[in-house]
């Protein structure tokens, strides 16, 4: 067995205090004298390894998104596809308050403040990245039978079935639930998709997957 399996699992960031949030549920609160630097981001989230490495269920990264609505409808998504096999596992939702830069509508520009507060979820990392892909002619017609890969094709079949009905809508208030089902079927480019535990799994549950955008 390799010095790396037997490493334990020091993570980059460390909560600072937990607390239980009326919406969210438990929340680990990180405190941070510097702006995080990412090592990863998409449209709408920025990922942090926080030292974990894949398929480990007991290590996680951190994903950070700009309102805590986005973070917790991402949350849902992933815990509901986690739960059945097609997402890596998450764990809680963190509240990061750190410097960083805010924009400023009146004055049209960014501007560097002390503390900006952004929310976020800790999730296990997958493997593989960028192997994978939910072709476009499946996209659009929601149609697995068009995938040529089986492992995909049953990925796809699978995450169709899911419901996002009840959960939090992306871009309105927190504690507003989505009124009906979503399908969580758009946006798996390869960059979206990876492997957990060998088996294909979806790794960006931001709004597109519902195919929504801010």
Known sequence: MSKSSNRKFSPRYVPTRTFTHPVMGRVDCYNL??????D???AQAMFYDNNARPNRKREYGIKL?????????AY???KIAADAGLAPPVRRMVCFVAPGLRYLPSADRWVRVPQKVRWGYQTSLAYGIGKLEVGMAAEEMQEPDFIPESGVRNLYRAILRLSTKGTQ???????????????????LHQENLGFWRKRPVVIDFGSHLVGEVA
């Open 76 to 78: 849902q998504r992933q």
């Open 33 to 38: 004298a510097r702006e995080p630097i990412c």
């Open 40 to 42: 990863g981001s998409g």
């Open 169 to 187: 809508s992306d871009f309105k208030r927190l504690g507003t639930p989505r009124r009906a089902n979503v399908r969580m079927s758009n946006d």
């Open 65 to 73: 998104f700009n309102t805590a609505s986005e973070a917790f409808a």
